[in-house]
């Protein structure tokens, strides 16, 4: 079972969400407050597996917050919820090690999914901010990702591309996997589509 801190200043929004969580399978909301002010010493008593943060939290934004709550309850992972997909907010979120960035048109599956990988340790970034989330024009791949990429992006196979690049088949596997990760792609072909669009392969 997964605990979760709801903090949302609109009371229906985050009654909704403490309800819309509430009837996800294996997660349970254990405490919710209003204002970012009250995270960490709420968190504190319950300790949660993750915090659900909206960004435009009242006295203390959801940003903050979750730098804070890092701080005092290191086993505690953040996920903020905004409702603009605006790069900077991002870029902090990231250089500031918050594991997820969710945008609040996400439906109630994306969201409990969102958890489950936060708090299994993995890192999510909701659809539409994931190019937000690169500095502009700036590939966020290696330059090797970018050339096991490349070649996959014409049709070859892995084994092909080790010998292509004279790497083993489990190097080329594994950049293919960061190539993909970084990107925030569901699959190589999206990764490529992404890669090719932004003139990086």
Partial sequence: MISVLVAEDQHVVRTALVSLLGRQLGIEVVADVASGAEVSATALRHRPDVA?????????????????????????RSLILTGMDRPGHVHRALSAGIPGFLLKTATAAELAGAIRTVAAGGRV????????????????LTERETQVLALAATGAAPREIAAELFLSLGRVRNCLSAATAKLCARTLVDAVRIAERNGWI
Avoid: K, M
């Fill in 125 to 140: 970034i909701g659809t539409g901010l994931a190019e937000a989330s690169w500095e502009p024009g700036v590939s966020p």
């Fill in 52 to 76: 659900v943060l909206d960004l435009g939290l009242p006295d203390v934004d959801g940003l903050t917050a979750a730098v804070r709550l890092r701080e005092d309850l290191p086993d505690c």
